[in-house]
């Protein structure tokens, strides 16, 4: 079945340092690839994603890049804020319509801690 | 944008009762509604998705007549969790997708804990 593997946290960083936060996934055929934040005490909003291979979402200065011979699509940003402080989550799409529009398979979620 | 609700946002119940769990598109009607289980640490787990007007589609392995599923409107979807026990304690997510269907939309969540 399919599944999606991101990296455990909490990763705590300074204001304007580089961010990754890796997420592998396993599914058959091409699924869509999403990256979801969710600020505390608020649902789950759609980040960016991408719908095929070598397709790069990007969003408030965040990007991740759908690759296919890795089976990746890990998050980066080059500057992080305080306010980026959430937890993220991977999810990946195996529909026909690859919209996001229907049931997601989630990563467990990475608890991002940015410090002034 | 568009926003989802859930009502309540924690609730506590004894074993054996029930507990519902709303969920409302609060600016755009929803023709599909997805219900998903979180534990702590872990990822989220898909339950069911409802279509307004019809049946609930279950995930394998979620029992359909202890968490039933009502899509009655456009707006509003309810998870009833029936005959509650401890292992239902859990944070209930729901989403629902807008009538363009390519989006979907979460709501906060709903955390149950069964005593």
């Known amino acids: 079945g399919n599944s999606v593997t991101q990296m455990e946290g909490p990763v705590t960083l300074s204001e304007e340092a580089f961010l990754t936060i890796n997420c592998t996934y396993t599914?058959?055929?091409?699924?869509?690839l999403f990256w979801y934040v969710q600020y505390p005490g608020e649902g789950l909003q759609l980040l960016l994603k991408?719908?095929?291979?070598?397709d790069k979402g990007s969003n408030k200065g965040f990007e991740a890049t759908y690759r296919k011979e890795t089976t990746s699509f890990h998050l980066e940003k080059g500057s992080v804020q305080v306010s980026d402080s959430a937890v993220y989550f991977c999810?990946?799409?195996?529909?026909?319509?690859?919209?996001?529009?229907?049931?997601?398979?989630f990563g467990k979620g990475t608890h991002l801690i940015i410090q002034p | 944008g568009a926003v989802v609700s859930q009502h309540p946002s924690w609730v506590i119940c004894k074993s054996g009762t029930s507990v519902k769990i709303e969920c409302r598109s609060l600016?755009?009607?929803?023709?599909?509604m997805f219900w998903y289980r979180q534990f702590p640490k872990q990822s989220l787990m898909l339950m069911a998705t409802?279509?307004?007007?019809?049946?609930?589609?279950?995930e394998q392995g979620v029992e359909k007549d202890k968490f039933l599923i009502n899509h009655a409107s456009l707006t509003l979807s309810t998870l009833t969790v029936t005959s509650a026990h401890p292992e239902d304690s859990s944070f209930y997510i729901c989403?629902?997708?807008?009538?363009?269907?390519?989006?979907?939309?979460f709501g906060p969540g709903t955390r149950l804990t069964v005593t």
């Open positions: 999810a990946l799409d195996y529909s026909k319509s690859g919209g996001g529009a229907d049931g997601l398979t």
């Open positions: 989403s629902a997708r807008d009538t363009t269907g390519y989006e979907q939309y």
């Open positions: 600016d755009f009607q929803a023709t599909t």
């Open positions: 409802s279509n307004e007007g019809s049946k609930a589609t279950y």
């Open positions: 991408a719908t095929k291979a070598d």
């Open positions: 599914a058959t055929g091409y699924p869509s």
